[in-house]
C-alpha cells in the first residue's frame, strides 16, 4: 500500500509491506522511492512516526540519487539550438547536402543530412560513437587506481537509462547512461569512481562515503555540476 507524510514543506510518499519481520526497514531506491517493510503486528501510526524520524536522512538520501537523473529538455533539432559536449555548449547547425556527417566546427556543431528530418538520428549516432569511446578512455585509469583495492569491473557498458547516469549489476558490470557524454569530464570521472566504489562497499553507507572521498575528493562539486548542468 502507498501512504504519505508530510514533514515540513516536503511531502514524503512510502510504499508499506507487512511482512513476518521482527524490525522495520526503509529503503530509498535509486529512483528516490521509499520503500517501508514493517512487522505484521504494526500499526500504520507507528510506522508514520518512524518515517518523520528518519525523514531527514530519507530527503538526504533522495537528494543524494538526484544526479543521477538525467533531466536534458527536449530538443527539437532545428539550427539554432544549442547542444551539450563534454560540458561545452555548441550551436546547432543543419546543412542540406548528398554526404552526410556530424562535425564540430568552432562554436558549432555542423549536421549535414539529406534533409532536416535525419538530423535528429545522424546527431544520436554520433553522441554514441563519441560516448563509446571517450567514456572507455576515461574509465581505464580509474580502473587501473580501484585495483588496489582488489576490485576490477567485468565489463563497462553503455545503456540508455531514463532514470539514472549508472549502475552496477552484483556480477560487477558497470553500465552507463550514454547521455554522460554531454557532461565535463569530471562529471563523467565522478559517476565511474561512484560505480567503482559500489564494487568494493554495495550499499551507500558512510565507508562507502569515506572511499569516495578518498578516491575523488572533489566529488561533491561534480556531482552538484552534473545535476545543473543537464537540468
Request: hydrophobic share 35%; aromatic share 8%.
Given at each position: 500500500?502507498?501512504?504519505?507524510?508530510?514533514?515540513?514543506?516536503?511531502t514524503?510518499?512510502?510504499?508499506?509491506?507487512?511482512?513476518?519481520?521482527?524490525?522495520?526497514?526503509?529503503?530509498?531506491?535509486?529512483?528516490?522511492?521509499?520503500?517501508?517493510k514493517a512487522?505484521?503486528?504494526?500499526?500504520?501510526?507507528?510506522?508514520?512516526?518512524?518515517?518523520?524520524?528518519?525523514?531527514?536522512?530519507?530527503?538526504k538520501?533522495?537528494s543524494?540519487?538526484?544526479?543521477?537523473q538525467?533531466?536534458?529538455?527536449?530538443?527539437?533539432?532545428?539550427?539554432?539550438?544549442?547542444?551539450?559536449?563534454?560540458?561545452?555548449?555548441?550551436?546547432?547547425?543543419?546543412?542540406?547536402?548528398?554526404e552526410e556527417?556530424?562535425?564540430?566546427?568552432?562554436?558549432?556543431?555542423?549536421?549535414?543530412?539529406?534533409?532536416?528530418?535525419?538530423?535528429?538520428?545522424?546527431?544520436?549516432?554520433?553522441?554514441?560513437?563519441?560516448?563509446?569511446?571517450?567514456?572507455?578512455?576515461?574509465?581505464?585509469?580509474?580502473?587501473?587506481?580501484?585495483?588496489?583495492?582488489?576490485v576490477?569491473?567485468?565489463?563497462?557498458?553503455l545503456?540508455?537509462?531514463?532514470?539514472?547516469?549508472?549502475?552496477?549489476?552484483?556480477?560487477?558490470?558497470?553500465?552507463?547512461?550514454?547521455?554522460?557524454?554531454?557532461?565535463?569530464?569530471?562529471?563523467?570521472?565522478?559517476?565511474?569512481?561512484?560505480?567503482?566504489?559500489?564494487?568494493?562497499?554495495?550499499?551507500?553507507?558512510q565507508?562507502?562515503?569515506?572511499?569516495?572521498?578518498?578516491?575523488?575528493?572533489?566529488?561533491?562539486?561534480?556531482?552538484?555540476?552534473?545535476?545543473?548542468?543537464?537540468?
Amino acid at each position: 500500500m502507498t501512504e504519505t507524510i508530510q514533514f515540513g514543506s516536503k511531502t514524503i510518499d512510502f510504499r508499506l509491506e507487512y511482512s513476518d519481520r521482527k524490525s522495520l526497514g526503509i529503503t530509498v531506491t535509486p529512483e528516490m522511492e521509499v520503500l517501508v517493510k514493517a512487522p505484521t503486528d504494526t500499526s500504520i501510526e507507528k510506522v508514520k512516526e518512524k518515517i518523520r524520524k528518519k525523514a531527514p536522512w530519507i530527503i538526504k538520501q533522495q537528494s543524494f540519487f538526484l544526479s543521477f537523473q538525467p533531466k536534458t529538455p527536449q530538443r527539437r533539432y532545428i539550427s539554432g539550438e544549442t547542444h551539450l559536449y563534454l560540458g561545452r555548449q555548441y550551436r546547432l547547425q543543419i546543412e542540406i547536402d548528398k554526404e552526410e556527417s556530424v562535425k564540430l566546427k568552432g562554436k558549432f556543431l555542423v549536421v549535414t543530412a539529406i534533409e532536416k528530418s535525419r538530423a535528429k538520428a545522424l546527431l544520436e549516432d554520433w553522441y554514441l560513437q563519441h560516448a563509446r569511446t571517450k567514456v572507455q578512455a576515461i574509465a581505464a585509469p580509474l580502473i587501473d587506481k580501484f585495483k588496489k583495492h582488489k576490485v576490477e569491473p567485468s565489463s563497462i557498458v553503455l545503456r540508455e537509462m531514463p532514470t539514472r547516469w549508472g549502475s552496477c549489476t552484483p556480477k560487477g558490470k558497470i553500465i552507463l547512461n550514454p547521455e554522460l557524454i554531454k557532461a565535463p569530464k569530471g562529471c563523467i570521472e565522478y559517476v565511474i569512481v561512484h560505480e567503482l566504489c559500489h564494487l568494493v562497499h554495495h550499499d551507500h553507507t558512510q565507508k562507502f562515503i569515506d572511499l569516495q572521498t578518498r578516491e575523488m575528493k572533489e566529488w561533491e562539486k561534480w556531482k552538484m555540476k552534473l545535476e545543473k548542468l543537464l537540468a
